[in-house]
């Protein structure tokens, strides 16, 4: 069953329905079809932690026939499609980040690839501006951004 | 990171091997950095984007290195081989390199020109401000840091664009996410929506390609009806105007028909090269930055290269202090 996000109630760092970016990004991607599980700020903010969103991280589902549903959906958000990696390509990569005129969407491959059954298990379908979003437990998605956004930055 | 002018080790090197070999007039960056491959240490291929990156004038406020050639543009062209391009200092490049020779006090040229040009996280701040501010502290060593935070101001990018964020935890030292954004109006016949003065961390050509992509996409009906009210843009025809005299960037947006500009004008707001966010932070607070910098070096003639520093960024081209 799915759950619909909260709004932010100042519409700080946010769209026209107070969602963030990211968050949005996130929206968009899950109406192509594509097999995915948000996580990192824009999950955490749907999980209703006050936090700032930056970019969109989701994890992505392997296979391969996901692997072409996410290159073709990739392609067509991206500011140089061109730069998108083929379907076969993303099947071996661990980290792809795009441009969109949402901001910027970092596809975690190699997660998914590793922790994909786990990650599921635990996630929640979220409501976003009409669209149903796979969104990772909010314990994955700290565990996750510790375990690599300090590594990051 | 240099302690008498602020900026790399690499880019140091570069600028002596440009002053050794070309002195006052252009000389070709292949010859150049071939030659000083054994003092910068680095092979051509990867010094001459370091190269690149100083005379690109749209990169940092302070621009060390004058370029001759195609030095590529603020859209998505990239500069041309270094055997077509040829260099040397400018005023700057010149009063940075007399600073780390010690033929001149230290001069803030890093803290001026921050990193984020190179993907690093201290922003740029206007020049004339800062060294203001560092004539300030000179006579005032007790200024308080609401003065000097005053006397400096926010961030300030090159390409003009507006800075928003928690300026005041920026400036006490801690991390925080700047949102920048391209100034948009409405032209004076209400049929046209103009974007310019496009953030630096995107290039103009990408910028208008966003706002064409989310116009498309605006008649995608297979999405939910909330979802497309969220995303919309209702622009009939993008036109990006941006040329080597308008270096960042104009975009004309024509609103579709019955669409008032004012509501284009919010929805472009929102799309992501007409806004980007930047992670920002300093080693320190602001105050305490500048405060440690006068305090090192106030024993050498800190007026003196703070006056020739000034004098060399007046003398820039098409100047914005």
Known sequence: MAVSAHRAEDGSNGGPAGYPPGVLAAAVLATTGMSFLLVGSAALWLRGEMIPVGDADVVIEPGEKNMQLARAALAGLALQPHAVPQAARLAFLDIVTIMTSYGKIDCLLRRGRLDWDELRRNAQVVRVAGAEVVVAASSDAWDLRRRFKEVRR | ?321
């Open chain 2, 1 to 321: 990171m240099s302690e008498r002018s602020g900026i790399g080790a690499v880019q140091v090197a570069i600028l002596a091997a440009i002053a050794t070999r070309a002195g006052r007039g252009f000389r070709s960056n292949e010859k150049m950095l071939s030659q000083a491959e054994p003092e910068i240490g680095l092979a051509p291929w990867y010094a001459y984007p370091v190269l690149v990156d100083l005379a690109q004038p749209w990169k940092m406020p302070v621009t060390l290195i004058e370029g001759r050639g195609n030095f590529g543009s603020r859209g998505n062209d990239p500069a041309a081989s270094r055997r077509y391009t040829e260099s040397r200092l400018t005023d700057a490049g010149r009063v940075a390199l007399a600073a780390e020779r010690r033929d001149l006090a230290p001069v803030p040229v890093g803290l001026i020109n921050g990193t984020t040009y190179r993907d690093g996280t201290q922003p740029p701040f206007r020049p004339l401000a800062v060294i203001q501010a560092m004539r300030h502290v000179l006579r005032h060593p007790k200024a308080t840091g609401q003065e000097i935070v005053g006397i400096i101001g926010p961030p300030d990018f090159i390409t003009g664009c507006t800075v928003s964020g928690d300026l005041a935890a920026f400036a006490a030292g801690h991390p925080t996410e700047l949102r920048l954004q391209a100034k948009i109006t409405i032209s004076e016949d209400r049929q046209a929506v103009i974007v310019e003065n496009i953030p630096p961390n995107i290039s103009t050509d990408d910028a208008a390609a966003s706002i064409a992509m989310r116009a498309e996409e605006t008649a995608d009906l297979s999405r939910p009806a909330e979802l497309r009210e969220a995303t919309r843009l209702d622009v009939r025809s993008v036109r990006d105007e941006g040329t080597s005299h308008i270096p960042d960037g104009r975009i004309v947006c024509k609103p579709a028909a019955g669409t008032p500009p004012e509501q284009v004008r919010d929805q472009l707001s929102r799309v992501y090269g007409v806004y980007t966010m930047m992670y920002v932070a300093l080693p320190r607070s602001l105050p305490a930055t500048i405060r440690q910098w006068v305090r090192t070096n106030q024993a050498e003639d800190l007026a003196t290269s703070l006056t020739a520093l000034e004098t060399a960024i007046r003398s820039q081209p098409g100047p914005r202090y």
